[in-house]
């Protein structure tokens, strides 16, 4: 399985932008499925966007437009850029890694925070 480590979180106003970025260790990278999730306090995680092995991409709904997912198999690495952000964005994002063989992995998280 791979590990991740997410990064790049932080305080933005609304309407600005911010990066966030997934680091994989492990073998295998370009395998995976790999995905961004949020997750507010005492809610449930939800899905931000998609990335497959072959580089398809999905959105929720509440996202299309204003982020995008890509990833680097060469040096191992999911970024999440969000733009146009929201005060409703404001939570906790994860990285995730899927293999319907391999299993999964989760990241520790990194707080998104978007205030005025």
């Known amino acids: 399985q791979v590990q991740l480590v997410e990064s790049g979180g932080g305080l933005v106003q609304p309407g600005g932008s911010l990066g966030l970025s997934c680091a994989a260790s492990g073998s295998n990278f370009n395998i995976y499925n790999m995905g961004w999730y949020r997750q507010a306090p005492e809610k449930q995680r939800e899905l931000v966007a998609t990335i497959t092995s072959g580089g398809s991409t999905n959105y929720a709904d509440s996202v299309k437009g204003r982020f995008t997912i890509s990833r680097d198999n060469a040096k191992n690495m999911v970024y999440l850029q969000m733009n146009s952000l929201r005060p409703e964005d404001t939570n906790v994002y994860y990285c995730?890694?899927?293999?319907?063989?391999?299993?999964?992995?989760w990241g520790q998280g990194t707080q998104v925070t978007v205030s005025s």
């Open positions: 995730n890694a899927r293999h319907v063989l391999l299993g999964g992995s």
